[in-house]
T-cell receptor, first 107, second 115 residues
Framework: EDQVTQSPEALRLQEGESSSLNCSYT??????LFWYRQDPGKGPEFLFT???AGEEKEKERLKATLTKKESFLHITAPKPEDSATYLC????????FGTGTRLLVSP | DGGITQSPKYLFRKEGQNVTLSCEQN?????MYWYRQDPGQGLRLIYY???????QKGDIAEGYSVSREKKESFPLTVTSAQKNPTAFYLC??????????????FGSGTRLTVV
């Protein structure tokens, strides 16, 4: 069964304290890995798409990387406004979502 | 601006009542999806439709029904058979049988509560 696992479930950082979120998956014909940001009470908002191992994408303080079995979302010098739940999804025949990492950045 | 509109934002259902959640998109996307989100769980697929007048059950379809009479619209009915409907419901769409670069575009969600 195709599965997507995100870790940690929750992460608390001080402002400026860099860290990484992990998304691992079992492969059965990967056709793209996606990262989304979700704020409370809102729908997920697209961040990145990664298609092949070795690929990297950056946006402001976020950088997503992909290997054959996992992806990392690196957050450099985070700010309180980066606090959100970060969802990873992998497309096999349909999108399969992880349970997310709740990130809280304190000033 | 193109996007997906879900309404209402909050919905309350009494025991034994059917309620319908609206989802409209103006992105000209072919495929539309309904997900349920519960605390501590990932998004779970309820139903999806890749073309007008056709739809398929997802992983948790029991107690739900959908229709796809127009490309732009994909309403979800939560029936009285759904015993635990309290959740956050998300509608999404994508183009070309799911080949969109952005994965799925999501609406802002409907929070359904049983009273």
């Amino acid at each position: 069964e195709d599965q997507v696992t995100q870790s940690p479930e929750a992460l608390r950082l001080q402002e400026g304290e860099s860290s990484s979120l992990n998304c691992s998956y079992t492969v059965s014909g990967l056709r793209g890995l996606f990262w989304y940001r979700q704020d409370p009470g809102k729908g997920p908002e697209f961040l990145f798409t990664l298609y092949s191992a070795g690929e990297e994408k950056e946006k402001e303080r976020l950088k997503a990387t992909l290997t054959k079995k996992e992806s990392f979302l690196h957050i450099t010098a985070p700010k309180p406004e980066d606090s959100a739940t970060y969802l990873c999804a992998v497309r096999f025949q349909k999108l399969v979502f992880g349970t997310g990492t709740r990130l809280l950045v304190s000033p | 601006d193109g996007g997906i509109t879900q309404s209402p934002k909050y919905l309350f259902r009494k025991e034994g009542q059917n309620v319908t959640l609206s989802c409209e998109q103006n992105l000209n996307h072919d495929a539309m999806y309904w997900y349920r989100q519960d605390p501590g769980q990932g998004l779970r697929l309820i139903y999806y439709s890749q073309i007008v007048n056709d739809f398929q059950k997802g992983d948790i379809a029991e107690g739900y029904s959908v229709s796809r009479e127009k490309k732009e619209s994909f309403p979800l009915t939560v029936t009285s058979a759904q015993k635990n409907p309290t959740a956050f419901y998300l509608c999404a769409s994508t183009d070309g049988l799911g080949q969109g670069y952005y994965g799925y575009t999501f609406g802002s969600g409907t929070r359904l509560t049983v009273v």
